[in-house]
């Protein structure tokens, strides 16, 4: 039997009907309404579009924020504000007449990548999605790593410096307030001012520096934004030392938009990796991008929708 994954993302909708292989059999996009009775409403038009003259075995949201999974409830989603609080599956299950459950996005693109990704080989990953945020999402024995209360898995919310820069979570040193696509943007404006000779500094004299300069600049070679490059990799392989020893995978995964910096990051996370983590994990793991992109959310949320029996409709 197919099912539904709805991607709600803070600027889109996306949702796909996806086969028990893995394929994308329908997709719908709509931009994301920022008040609750319009969110309910679109979520509703898009599940009902994708699955028009399918069977559906079931339906799943992945919401970014604060999820209490087995409540079926967000609790904090500081990009998706409208989202907070609403009787998600009391108001849309009626509607679209299937079973319905919520997810950290997040985990469930992990999900996404372990049933259809770079994790399909092995029983224990661990994912991260490093974009203006960094969100994670940890395996172990083929099973997604929830908690007491479905919120587990937070690992861009771990401190990996306690003086750190303030969080957006209000905490500080988390590991998404020094590897993230903000961080890299930050660390990249205070190196212009530094060196206001060099191509950063140019860039940051006619208008503000952004993350994606760095990557554009790092790939001509220039060795200042090399540097921040890796200067990130090296938080972010501090961050992956401490799951590598808790968790012990086979494979890590990142994905999000700043790895389009690929190698200019992961090289120096797998070396700060190395020589922070223990053996024998450190030796058996292996640091990769993730293989499965944008569509990672869709499929990783339609790999969680639950018959009305509460297991996977697509399998585990
Ligand atoms: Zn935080």
Redo the contacts with the bound molecule.
């Keep these: 039997m197919n099912a539904v994954g709805v991607d709600v993302g803070g600027t889109k909708i996306a949702a796909g009907l996806v086969s028990p292989e893995g394929e994308v059999l329908a997709e719908a996009r709509y931009p994301t309404p920022h008040s609750p009775g319009r969110l309910v409403e679109t979520i509703v038009r898009v599940v009902q579009e994708v699955s028009d003259g399918h069977e559906v075995g079931g339906v799943c949201l992945a919401v970014p924020g604060l999820i209490l999974a087995q409540e079926n409830k967000v609790v904090f989603s500081p990009n998706l504000r409208a989202v907070e609080g609403i009787p998600l599956k009391d108001r849309i299950e009626p509607e679209i007449g299937v079973p319905l459950v919520i997810e950290n996005d997040a985990n469930a693109a992990a999900w996404g990548e372990f049933r259809f990704g770079s994790g399909s080989e092995v029983d224990h990953l661990v994912f991260l999605t490093v974009g203006t945020g960094v969100g994670g999402g940890v395996i172990s024995h083929g099973v997604l790593l929830r908690g007491a209360q479905g919120s587990g898995g937070e690992l861009?919310?771990v401190t990996v410096q306690a003086t750190g820069p303030r969080?957006?979570?209000g905490?500080h040193g988390?590991l998404?307030?020094l590897a993230s696509g903000t961080a890299i943007g930050r660390r990249a404006r205070e190196t212009a001012v530094e060196n206001p000779g060099s191509a950063l500094g140019r860039i940051a004299s006619r208008r503000k520096v952004l993350g994606e300069d760095v990557t554009e600049l790092a790939r001509k070679g220039d060795e200042v934004a090399i540097s921040v490059l890796e200067e990130t990799g090296t938080w972010l392989g501090v961050g992956l030392a401490g799951f590598v020893n808790i968790f012990n995978p086979e494979v890590v995964a990142v994905g999000g938009g700043v790895m389009e910096a690929g190698d200019l990051i992961l090289a120096s996370a797998r070396r700060e990796l190395r020589l922070r983590a223990r053996p024998p994990s450190r030796d058996l793991v292996e640091v990769q991008v993730a293989t499965l992109g944008p569509e990672s959310g869709v499929l990783g949320a339609a790999a969680l929708a639950r018959n009305t029996d509460g297991a996977y409709v697509l399998g585990d």
Excluded: M
Aim: glycine share 12%; hydrophobic share 10%; with cysteine.
């Design positions: 861009g919310h969080c957006t979570c905490n988390c998404e307030a």
